[in-house]
């Protein structure tokens, strides 16, 4: 019954999704388009392929599978593989990284209507959920059908474990249909357990994220672009690239700017919004800040002048990271938990964060220890930080040469990944 009263006040405040969503499409009108799909009304094409159903809910999931989903596309051919999102820019991250090579939707709402259409015009033979988007109705309408959950490169914060423990009486029966959990910690995996999975259905695998595709491609289009703006700023630039940078993030990464300018003023900063509705504002907020400004999508040339290049283009960031020195990973000096910092880690780059790293507590901790990561609090602690990378050439390689290894070292939770598939997968038991 418990499920019942979900579903009911699900329902009931559906409406309120709706508004929510016209909102959002106020700054990103792709929110509203498609929007038929997310309770279940979609178009595929015809196919006598079984479907292989992988989740990534937004931008960074979709990156981060990417690799799991090329290798699921080389070891079953005879599959097709439907990738969905929630979000536009995952959306828009799954036709850049694949192509035509998958199909796309938006994933229905846990609607059990919704839920229902979806499974019925999909027809999966198998779920693989990047991370951890878990839906009662969606897991429990899987289970009826006897289709297997495989939850990989899962992560579970403490603060999402309390929030799972308060509605135990959703989440344990929840877990309990789960096929797979493929953690990326142990940390992690006991949480799931504390919550209810059963231990046969918990295999720690570390994280795929270690497995991410740096191709000799994306090292010499950075290379190229980074030649590019060394003919108009000068040949002895030092780029800081703020990436993924958030609300309240900017200002503090500009004020850093200005004493990292007076220390060393071979630095230029690249800044990278998370989110493309802020790249106007951001633009205004640099200008506001007396910052000479490019916007990277419009293609201009720095020129000599040029401090800042604003980086507001979608579904580049290992391009950018390829074309700078040091990388500062935002969403980390606000609350929001930080974001990957092994992008910039895997391409050699000293690598900086604030405090807020909650969504990557483990690997955070371990980058540290390795050497190729520092945590900073404020925007004094990282202009500092970065003056000395810059005036420190043996501070400098010795983070860079540490960050690389750190990667490289611990890659290896793909492949274990690809075995439990292998395992679940109906038709190859």
């Not at 404020?378 to 003056?387: E, F, N, P, Y």
């Not at 983070?399 to 690389?404: D, E, I, K, P, T």
Request: aromatic share 8%.
């Amino acid at each position: 019954m418990s499920r019942f009263f979900y579903s009911m006040l699900l329902y009931l405040i559906s409406p309120l999704i709706m508004v929510r969503l016209y909102l959002r499409s106020k700054k990103a009108p792709e929110y509203w388009q498609r929007k038929r799909e997310r309770f279940g009304f979609f178009n595929l094409p015809a196919s006598d392929k079984p479907i292989i159903w992988v989740h990534s809910v937004s931008m960074g999931e979709t990156i981060a599978s990417g690799p799991l989903v090329k290798q699921l596309q080389k070891s079953y051919p005879d599959y097709r593989i439907l990738i969905t999102t929630m979000t536009p820019t995952g959306s828009a991250q799954v036709r850049k990284i694949h192509g035509d090579s998958v199909d796309h939707v938006y994933a229905s709402y846990d609607l059990p209507g919704a839920v229902r259409r979806f499974l019925d015009k999909v027809k999966p033979v198998m779920t693989i959920v990047i991370d951890t988007e878990l839906w009662p109705n969606t897991i429990a309408a899987c289970h009826k059908r006897s289709i297997p959950v495989l939850v990989a490169n899962a992560r579970l914060s403490e603060r999402s474990a309390k929030g799972y423990e308060r509605f135990s009486y959703l989440t344990r029966p929840m877990l309990e249909h789960i096929a797979m959990v493929a953690a990326q910690n142990s940390e992690t995996g006991r949480r799931f357990l504390a919550l209810g999975l059963p231990n046969k259905q918990l295999e720690v695998t570390g994280s795929i994220k270690f497995d991410l595709d740096v191709s000799s491609e994306i090292i010499t289009t950075g290379q190229a672009l980074r030649q590019t703006w060394q003919q108009g700023m000068g040949s002895d630039i030092r780029i800081l690239v703020a990436a993924s940078t958030h609300e309240g993030e900017d200002q503090q990464v500009l004020d850093a700017f200005k004493t990292i300018l007076a220390e060393s003023p071979e630095v230029r900063l690249l800044l990278v919004p998370r989110h493309p509705e802020r790249f106007d504002s951001v633009h205004q907020l640099i200008r506001d800040n007396q910052f000479p400004v490019v916007r990277h999508s419009r293609g201009t040339q720095p020129s000599e002048k040029t401090r800042v290049i604003l980086g507001d283009t979608m579904g580049e960031m290992m391009k950018l990271f390829a074309a700078s020195d040091i990388a500062f990973v935002g969403g980390s000096l606000v609350p929001t938990g930080g974001h990957n910092m092994l992008e910039p880690a895997a391409l050699n780059l000293p690598v900086l964060s604030g405090p807020h790293v909650f969504n990557f507590a483990e690997i955070s901790e371990s980058l540290v220890q390795a050497g190729g990561l520092k945590i900073i609090n404020d925007s004094g602690t990282l202009a500092q930080s970065i003056i000395r990378l810059v005036q420190d050439k043996a501070e400098y390689e010795s983070m860079s040469r540490h960050a690389g290894a750190f990667v490289r070292d611990n890659r290896g939770a793909l492949k274990k990944t690809l075995m439990l598939v292998d395992h679940l997968l109906p038709s190859s038991t």
